[in-house]
């Protein structure tokens, strides 16, 4: 076995790992480096291998970083199996479009610059339509389901508690009459978050490549940042105020959703208009609520109880339009 690494190591984006085994390559992610434009479009734009030796990819988990290039490895001749949880299917797909249009628009602004000044317009890494050919080629696995991506290799996703669908990827190999234990953490979530169910770690691995964003420092109880919002909240519509939360769009989104969700229902703030203007969070949101399977013990609890869905809530409004973004 041998591995190369593309990308996340010595930096955070750009999540690649190519693992040769067997004579056969297997793709672990295949993330867009994010920084300055400048830094980044050639490095994103050239492959370090040939995409059309990769035998299958597996995705991690939809986040851009980790899933943001597919498009241009099946632009550049990848035809394969794209290996993934259901939910991160579904949540790929509508993230992929996105950047897709991105990229579009940002070749589009650029090309006016480029033109004004006689320079040699460029094109957008990729585009929605090529987005729409890579999700084409996703392959939805359920958590724990062995399946053999590559002759040889037998490999489950396995929850790793970061967004909808993430997963950490646990890998048997056998190569010459040895067996070896592979595992490759994606990016890890944290123990107690709202909504989904905490990561598992492995037992025993022969090799471990993982992810250490935040792996410097502890972090606070998550129930003392639900605290601190809640107190906000309170305090800024006692006096009249409206709150303002910009938030990523998959993942957070939909944890303040749900926290807001239990501090009405608790009457621990005034009832109140919420509402969440951001396509791509409103999109998201909709597949986190087709994936209640993903959701924990704790979230099925409170849904039992409250008798309406985690991410839906009679003051919560999704802004579906330009014209209703506008009113508000």
């Known amino acids: ?23 056969h390559r297997l793709l672990l992610d295949c993330g867009l480096y994010q920084g300055r434009r400048a ?24 986040h851009i970083d980790h899933s943001g290039n597919l498009p241009n490895l099946v632009k550049n001749g990848y035809e394969g199996p794209i290996h993934a949880t259901r939910a991160t299917v579904d949540l790929a797909a509508i993230m992929l479009a996105d950047s897709g249009r991105i990229q579009e628009s940002d070749a589009e602004w650029l090309n006016k ?8 317009l460029i094109e957008p890494l990729y585009t929605e339509a090529d987005a729409k050919q890579a999700a084409d080629l996703f392959q939805g696995v359920s958590y724990n389901q062995p399946f053999e991506p590559i002759p040889g290799v037998t490999a489950r996703l ?7 669908g993430s997963a950490a990827v646990s890998l048997e190999i056998e190569e010459k009459g040895k067996k070896t234990r592979f ?17 598992v770690l492995p037992a025993e691995t022969d090799h471990l490549l993982m992810e250490s964003t935040y792996g410097d420092k502890p972090h606070s109880d998550p129930s003392q940042a639900f605290d601190e919002f809640q107190q906000v909240v309170a305090r800024t519509i006692k006096r009249g105020g409206k709150v303002i ?3 990523f769009a998959v993942g957070r989104t939909q944890e303040l959703v749900y926290d807001l969700n239990i501090m009405m229902y ?31 013990a704790e979230t099925r609890q409170f849904v039992d109880a409250s008798r309406h869905p985690a ?18």
């Open 1 to 23: 076995m041998r591995i190369h690494f593309h990308g996340a190591a010595r930096t955070v984006t750009g999540s690649q790992h190519l693992l040769e085994v067997n004579g």
């Open 39 to 62: 830094d980044t479009y050639s490095r994103n734009l050239n492959f370090a291998y040939d995409p059309r030796a990769v035998d299958a990819v597996i995705l991690s988990h939809a």
């Open 113 to 120: 610059k480029r033109a004004r000044r006689g320079e040699k």
């Open 158 to 164: 396995i929850e790793a508690g970061h967004i909808l």
């Open 183 to 199: 595992w490759f953490s994606g990016d890890i979530g944290r123990y107690g978050l709202p909504l989904l169910r905490d990561p």
């Open 245 to 247: 939360i910009p938030a």
């Open 266 to 296: 608790e009457r621990d703030v005034p009832l109140v208009p919420v509402y969440v203007d951001s396509p791509l969070a409103v999109n998201a949101s909709d597949i986190f609520r087709r994936h209640p399977e993903c959701f924990d």
């Open 311 to 328: 991410l839906d809530f009679k003051m919560l409004t999704y802004v579906r339009s330009v014209e209703e973004s506008k009113a508000l």
